[in-house]
């Protein structure tokens, strides 16, 4: 059968721990079964690790309970059209409920929209915008092992330079970027600019705020979605790896976030003043940041990223202006007075990176939190600041015993999450590298 002759269809997604896309393709004739409430999945769909294995050994979420189903319930506001599959075909995000009604607490969007209610009750709402970065690599990757630049970004096989901000690079890849941007306006995702940044084959889409957490995030994971399928288009692959090179730049995911009350005022604007209320919530941030690491960092090539001398940070810190700041305060004043979080991997998973995000502003806000002195540019932290790990065994321990995490999270979040995360690092640990060999056999 041709891929013209397959029919239309829609597909109900969750989105897992890792980030990833599980679902049900429907055609279209039964698409009322979507809408009813009547796609079920088993709940441990969303407690897969990043091998897809549900981990009932040390869950007991799957086969120890009957593996239960859940139901799909789907978000209307996320019903958006699939330009890489047959005509007429449509994508809509869902939230797990159990068969009781209330939502799975396994599931990230259930996790990130309980804490907005957080926000709704003090009348507050976030505002978010994030931005997006990944590689384009050749689609021999299955074949060699690896992966390597587009061919047109090389020259006798090796990459043409650093290209950040090369429009070389851009116009080299316009045909791909081009299908990218095609396909998110057909999506209706506020996509704004697209740059080349210093990797070869590395670029960032920024999404342009909303005054909806959710929504933002929902942007991301189909910005996500399409950046691959596009790439499948050209043949080439896009990954969100957080270092998918060793000597190239890594992949970050910033986030943008103010708040606004219930009339629309900025409640961060300084407003040429102490921005008294900006400090208090990247106090909020910095002191929860250890905690939350390994939402920021979820998988052990994400602690590749944090070397110094790169933009990804390694001090718990924040600046007024400064990209070398975990925290970097870009405005002050106004409407556009803000925070952006700069730690977090592109392969973090967009729903619990927010709920990290916006749940350690929501602490600075409640207890007034004091961030200490700003890191001045062409200076060193402030005496006393902490650093962010590099080991990602610590960073589970650290998120598994920390008291925010299991308030924003949850207490059984927190155990499935520190638990799929433990083992997914000591597999890590176990597993002997071909740098071993080349390093330490000829030598011990």
């Known amino acids: 059968m041709s891929f013209q002759s397959v029919p239309p269809h829609i597909e109900i997604l969750l989105v897992g721990m890792n980030g990833d896309l599980r679902g049900k393709r429907i055609p279209l004739d039964k698409e009322n079964k979507v809408w009813e409430g009547a796609v079920r999945l088993p709940t441990s769909t969303q407690s897969l690790d990043i091998w897809g294995d549900d981990n009932d050994d040390i869950t007991g979420l799957s086969l120890t309970i009957g593996d239960p189903d859940g139901v799909c319930i789907p978000d209307q506001r996320s019903l958006a059209p699939m330009p890489w599959a047959p005509e007429g075909s449509r994508q809509v995000l869902s939230t797990m409920h159990e068969l009781s009604g209330e939502p799975s607490f396994m599931d990230p969007r259930g996790i990130l929209a309980a804490l907005l209610k957080r926000f709704e009750e003090r009348g507050l709402t976030p505002v978010v915008a ?49 299908t990218v941007r095609t396909w998110a306006k057909l999506q209706d995702l506020p996509a704004d600019a697209t740059t080349a940044e210093f990797g070869p084959g590395q670029f960032e889409i920024n999404l342009l705020h909303r005054a909806d957490a959710l929504a933002a995030a929902d942007d991301c994971i189909y910005l996500k979605r399409i950046a691959e399928q596009a790439a499948r288009r050209h043949g080439l692959k896009s990954t969100c790896m957080a270092k998918p090179y060793a000597n190239q730049a890594g992949s970050g995911l910033h986030v943008h976030a103010s708040i606004i009350d219930r009339d629309g005022n900025n409640v961060l604007d300084a407003k040429g003043g102490d921005p008294v209320r900006l400090k208090t919530v990247c106090a909020g941030m910095l002191k929860t940041m250890r905690d939350a690491q390994l939402v ?51 392969d973090a998973n967009p729903y619990l990176l927010l709920t990290a995000i916006l749940g350690g502003m929501l602490l600075g806000l409640d207890e007034m939190l004091d961030p200490g002195p700003a890191t001045e540019p062409g200076k060193e932290p402030p005496a006393g600041a902490k650093r962010l790990t590099h080991d990602f065994l610590t960073a589970v321990e650290e998120f598994s015993a920390s008291p925010f995490i299991k308030d924003v999270f949850g207490a059984r979040y927190q155990k499935l999450y520190g638990d799929t995360k433990r083992k997914e690092a000591i597999t890590y640990l176990r597993t002997v590298s071909d740098f071993d060999y080349q390093t330490y056999l000829p030598r011990v």
């Open 130 to 178: 994030t931005e997006l970065e990944f590689y384009v690599v050749q689609d021999d990757w299955r074949e060699t092992g690896r992966p390597r630049p587009p061919e047109k970004l090389m020259y006798r096989g090796k990459p043409n330079g650093f290209q950040l901000y090369d429009m070389g690079a851009v116009d080299a890849l316009d045909d791909y970027l081009q």
């Open 296 to 346: 920021f960092a979820p998988f052990a090539n994400s602690y590749r990223r944090f070397q110094p001398g790169s933009f990804a940070p390694v001090d718990i810190d924040w600046g007024f202006g400064h990209r070398g700041t975990a925290v970097r305060i870009p405005d002050k004043d106004g409407a556009a007075a803000r925070i952006e979080h700069r730690v977090a991997g592109a």
